[in-house]
């Protein structure tokens, strides 16, 4: 008995010492990954198949982006931002890859550069010179009189940099009628602070500035209600995201005209000190019906013919509720990549051995023929 206890003694207090010198590992672990983008077709893709995943291919047109693809990734699991989907897009300042790393007790400890490029209405909004720019733009029609679109702010500038004239710039501009505002083609900017039109960066949502990262954290207040830590070694999101901060899930907000083309800039750039970069996070879903972000339905209207997870890894679920149907994969170019018959119920497509990028899913039977884009990473 008295051996058994020693034992028990001695287990607890390497336990209790493993968790001292190695905190990390005495937490729950998160899931949070980003697969970040190697080309500009996948950031296009990954536009259309996220963010714009329930508009009509009728009712979106003229996706681009510009700056280096690597900027930008695939997130999943990422309830810690507090959307109502879990999965979405990140756009970086640095190499999106980086953004799913534990924080670290440095400074600068985000990724280096991209090759990214200027904006100038970024220009504008900083009055200074900017790099790294990495801008995403689509055209979009709404069926009602707003539109809405979820996202956080993170940097790696909390906290040092709060009150610094370089802190990066990042915007949401919507253009089109009715909009009169100050950027390009009188668009306005979406991304604000709520209640104010001061644009969401380091220097107007803050806790102040200094404190060191790992032993301590300012005490004053920009906005703060507004703002997660994540500078210290406690805070919730410390060992899977890189930032030194982020924060809450914020809305774009503004009035459209229904049935009317509006077009959408979603940009972000860094202004002086590329080592201290920061991201947007965008929240997966749509803008169409009422114009909010919201999670995928797991089944379209039809209640007939589903397919999860879009975007897929290594396997793609395929739901029907019909008998005597099959399934095609095909390529952009028209190329058969994958035919095979499908059982009533639940069907695994196999993808690993497949290229990343964007594929046509073509789901057929006897009550009609179903079409689905598909992007495999």
Not at 160 to 176: K, P, Q, R
Not at 187 to 199: Q, V, W
Not at 274 to 292: A, N, Q, R, W
Request: with cysteine; hydrophobic share 35%; aromatic share 10%.
């Amino acid at each position: 008995m008295k051996k058994r206890l020693l034992f028990l003694k001695i287990l607890l207090t390497n336990v209790l010492l493993w968790i001292l010198f190695f905190p990390s590992t005495g937490r729950a672990q998160n899931n949070f990954n980003i697969v970040q983008c190697q080309s500009e077709e996948e950031v296009i893709a990954l536009i259309d198949t996220v963010l714009l995943y329930n508009v009509d291919d009728a009712f979106k047109q003229n996706i681009s982006f510009t700056g280096d693809p690597k900027a930008v990734g695939y997130y999943s699991e990422g309830g810690l931002f507090g959307f109502d989907n879990a999965e979405g897009i990140a756009l970086s300042t640095g190499f999106s890859g980086s953004l799913d790393n534990a924080n670290t007790c440095s400074g600068a400890n985000a990724s280096s550069n991209t090759s990214g490029g200027s904006d100038p209405d970024l220009a504008t909004m900083a009055e200074m010179s900017i790099n790294d720019a990495v801008i995403v733009e689509f055209d979009f029609r709404p069926s009602t009189d707003s539109v809405k679109l979820n996202y956080v702010f993170a940097s790696e500038e909390y906290h040092e940099l709060v009150n610094s004239a370089n802190n990066d710039v990042f915007g949401i501009f919507l253009s089109g009628p009715g909009i009169d505002g100050e950027f390009t083609n009188n668009a306005i900017n979406m991304g604000t602070i709520p209640g104010s039109g001061d644009p969401v960066n380091a220097g107007t949502v803050n806790f102040g500035e200094g404190g060191v990262t790992c032993t301590g954290k300012p005490d004053s207040c920009v906005n703060c209600q507004y703002l997660h830590d994540n500078s210290q070694s406690e805070d919730t999101a410390f060992y899977f995201l890189i930032y030194d901060g982020y924060t809450t899930a914020l809305d774009a907000l503004a009035e459209v005209q229904p049935g009317q083309w509006y077009h959408v800039k979603i940009a972000i750039a860094d202004i002086g000190t590329p080592g201290f970069d920061s991201g947007i996070f965008l929240s997966g879903g749509t803008i169409s019906g009422d114009t909010v972000i919201t999670g995928k339905p797991e089944i379209y209207p039809d209640d007939r013919f589903r397919i999860i997870p879009n975007p897929a890894g290594d396997y793609v679920n395929v739901k029907v509720r019909e008998k005597n149907a099959f399934v095609k994969l095909t390529a952009l170019d028209g190329r058969l990549i994958l035919e095979q018959s499908l059982t009533e119920g639940d069907n695994n497509i196999q993808l690993s051995s497949l290229p990343r990028g964007m594929y046509i899913v073509t789901v057929q039977s006897e009550n009609g023929v179903h079409l689905k884009k598909l992007l495999h990473y």
